[in-house]
């Protein structure tokens, strides 16, 4: 799974709706900032991210596209969005190959939280597949995690 930085997630959805960078403009916006932003030399406040994201809203409602962005998607980190991603699919899942996939996006993204939450979902796992040295392991694990970042 790949995460976006801002300037690639403004870059794809704004190819996505259709827009140029012109469409973005306005009196608060140019061009040139938004050119810096797409190309990673400007990092994006507050403000411009919540106007780029009416913009957004706005022309996916002219194009009848369902766009699945909130208001702080452009202000997120990579890793920002990998623990969302990875809480999120922590509720959704239950088997043990997808719950070591989301250890693998914790570990790249050190997300401690997150590998505590799947160490003991996989703990879980394992005991209710009464393979009790299995889960013992990752409860350990978490246990240990939990001990590091007190």
Request: charged fraction near 30%; charge should be positive; include cysteine.
């Amino acid at each position: 799974m790949e995460f976006l930085t801002t300037a690639e997630k403004l870059k794809v959805t704004r190819k996505y709706l259709k827009m140029r960078q012109e469409d973005l403009v306005d009196e608060n916006l140019t061009r040139g900032l938004i050119s810096m932003i797409e190309i990673g030399k400007r990092e994006i406040s507050k403000n411009v991210a919540i106007m780029l994201y009416s913009k957004f809203v706005q022309r996916a409602i002219e194009l009848n596209i369902e766009l699945k962005i909130d208001n702080t998607y452009l202000l997120r980190s990579p890793s920002e969005d990998a623990e969302l991603y990875c809480l999120k699919s922590l509720n959704e899942i239950n088997k043990d190959i997808h719950i070591n996939e989301i250890l693998e996006i914790a570990n790249k993204f050190e997300l401690s939280k997150v590998k505590v939450m799947a160490y003991s979902k996989l703990g879980e796992y394992y005991y209710y597949k009464k393979k009790y040295d299995l889960a013992f392991v990752n409860y350990n694990y978490a246990i240990e995690i939990f001990k590091n970042i007190k």
